[in-house]
């Protein structure tokens, strides 16, 4: 019992002295499955979830959405609809011990014929050895297992936790939704702020809403501030400019929205949309992403999009880094997006980027081959013996100042080309050249019997 010091039993109401102590986010908790704002996809009349629920079935699962979207409000529904006991443990704080202790209390909880349902809050925190501990349990059906997450549980979780656990995806709350919250939590007596006798307008509320970036509990947080520091009972543009001071929106600089926003802005660039690729940079910016590592992903697009059909693309890029790293935020920023602006309109090409990546491959497949004799260096007699830089020509003494006949590739891949250039920018006249080049030493090595 030791365990309970950092583990909560949490009860399925609040009661007394315990309502008018937690925050409003807390007393505002949903009752009901139609006290759940925002989720009609997944819990809407008819939904196959809320089905099983009214009809007290319930499974193992994983909650997964961003925060303040009601992962932990479902679960203690699930576990009062299943009309089963309700653990909880965050796996921030717990660790195998605490595990340990639960899962034996639910075992004994099965033993005298009633379920626990165990929420376990960010439980792609838990290491792998944590989470196989609830394995044996969950395929047993001693314990129903809830975990929530705001972190793609394919990336965060192990196999055959997963396996054992149907995802369900909660969604932000939309701003519409959050201020129907807010104006129900200003309406209730009991447990919210309808006591109060509060003056908000609507457009008040949907700024709250806007700020919250669809997490309701940080909206219903907002409110409660605002209501305490309300003149007259009235929250006024002021009291709402103190409230929102210094807000940021949602961004987790390691989690998978970081990674789907910068997806968005490469992707946006390489659309040619200067608008959305614009946004998506603000957009991480806005969320505190670093700029420089935007600089570096920025010069990654020149490289890798644009290439030569513009071979502006890359100093320009550096240069906008460079501006960056002079300058500092936020004047250097303008630079970047400059740059992210640049790369949109840019003519485009993956030519390079594809045939080095087709250069790897066949090295990879071929191995070590040899160099031409003729290419070696021969700094000394016995390597001049041996024929290393035998039949080399001096391309800038020849006509047209290339060797035709000259072939640089090993043996094996002499006919190999990575390189085609696409019709774009500059690379149509690169293109023009080299297929100039190709076809006359094609010809002149098919004379002397060579590979075409």
């Not at 399925?12 to 409003?24: N, Y």
């Not at 705001?150 to 054992?164: D, G, I, M, Q, W």
Request: charge should be neutral; proline fraction near 4%; charged fraction near 25%.
């Amino acid at each position: 019992m030791a365990a309970r010091s950092r583990r909560v039993r949490e009860s399925q109401d609040l009661r007394g002295a315990d309502s008018a102590l937690a925050p409003l986010a807390e007393r505002m908790r949903p009752r009901t499955l139609d006290e759940i704002v925002g989720q009609a996809r997944l819990l809407g009349p008819g939904s196959a979830l809320r089905r099983e629920l009214t009809a007290g079935r319930v499974h193992s699962m994983v909650l997964w959405g961003p925060p303040g979207c009601g992962k932990t409000s479902l679960a203690r529904l699930i576990a009062r609809y299943a009309d089963a006991e309700f653990e909880s443990l965050s796996a921030v704080l717990s660790g195998i011990a605490e595990v340990r202790a639960v899962l034996s209390e639910a075992e004994a909880c099965f033993a005298a014929g009633r379920r626990t349902v165990l929420f376990i809050d960010e439980i792609h925190r838990f290491n792998k050895a944590q989470q196989d501990a609830f394995l044996p349990h969950v395929e047993s059906g001693r314990v129903v297992l809830i975990g929530a997450t705001t972190e793609n549980p394919s990336f965060e979780l192990n196999s055959a936790l997963l396996s054992r656990c149907r995802v369900h995806v909660l969604d932000a709350i939309s701003p519409g939704a959050i201020v129907d919250a807010l104006e129900r939590a200003l309406a209730d007596a009991e447990r919210g702020l309808g006591a109060r006798g509060l003056v908000v307008e609507r457009a008040t509320l949907e700024t709250i809403a806007s700020a919250a970036d669809g997490d309701l509990r940080r909206a219903l947080t907002l409110l409660e501030i605002a209501a305490d520091l309300a003149v007259d009972g009235r929250v006024d543009e002021a009291t709402l400019a103190q409230v929102l001071a210094d807000r940021t929106r949602r961004f987790d600089k390691s989690g998978e929205a970081f990674y789907d926003q910068i997806s968005a802005l490469h992707k946006s660039v390489r659309s040619s949309d200067p608008d959305a690729a614009l946004y998506w940079f603000a957009r991480m910016l806005d969320g505190g992403c670093d700029p420089a590592y935007l600089a570096r992903r920025i010069v990654r697009m020149a490289i890798e999009d644009v290439g030569l059909a513009d071979p502006r693309a890359l100093p320009l890029t550096l240069a906008a880094w460079d501006a960056y790293e002079r300058m500092g935020s936020p004047e250097g920023e303008l630079a970047l997006a400059n740059a992210v602006v640049y790369l949109a309109l840019a003519p485009r090409s993956n030519a390079v980027y594809r045939a080095y990546g087709e250069a790897r491959a066949v090295i990879a497949e071929t191995g070590s081959l040899p160099v031409p004799l003729a290419l070696r260096n021969a700094p000394t007699k016995l390597m001049k013996s041996l024929g290393y830089g035998s039949g080399y020509r001096y391309d800038h003494e020849v006509e047209g100042r290339v060797a035709l006949d000259q072939v640089c590739l090993p043996d094996e891949l002499e006919s190999c080309a990575f390189y085609h250039p696409v019709e774009v920018g500059l690379e149509i006249r690169l293109k023009e050249k080299l297929d100039a080049l190709r076809a006359a030493r094609a010809a002149r090595l098919g004379r002397k019997g060579g590979k075409r």
